[in-house]
């Protein structure tokens, strides 16, 4: 059974900066892209950023390129979103994803973790 569980969220000033973690399991987690997704309230999911397996390409939305990091390391089963530069318009739940073809095509998701900014 596929598992993807992440960690990390929580309240945040303006321009603070959080590390999220979501933690894998039930797959060759090496083996798969892996993107973040994110969903503010009312509106729908909106894809983030992606990792190709080995972690060497990385790709951002125009939205947190420059302020956000994304990485992995397949030795502990482990993709992270490091988040600089917090804006509020980045409060929403974020969604770790196994992807397939693209890396806005989600396969599984992860139950997410709430990331809320404050002025």
């Known amino acids: 059974e596929v598992q993807l569980v992440e960690s990390g969220g929580g309240l945040v000033q303006s321009g603070g900066s959080l590390r999220l973690s979501c933690a894998a399991s039930?797959?060759?987690?090496?083996?798969?892209?892996m993107s973040w997704f994110r969903q503010a309230p009312g509106k729908g999911p909106e894809w983030v950023s992606g990792?190709?397996?080995?972690?060497?390409?990385?790709y951002y939305s125009n939205s947190v390129k420059g302020r956000f990091t994304i990485s992995r390391d397949n030795a502990k089963n482990t993709l992270y979103l490091q988040m600089n530069s917090l804006k509020l318009a980045d409060t929403a739940g974020y969604y770790c994803?196994?992807?397939?073809?693209?890396?806005?095509?989600?396969?599984?998701w992860g139950q997410g973790t709430q990331v809320t900014g404050s002025s």
């Open positions: 994803a196994k992807v397939i073809d693209t890396l806005c095509s989600p396969d599984e």
């Open positions: 039930g797959f060759t987690f090496g083996t798969y892209d």
């Open positions: 990792i190709n397996r080995g972690g060497g390409r990385t």
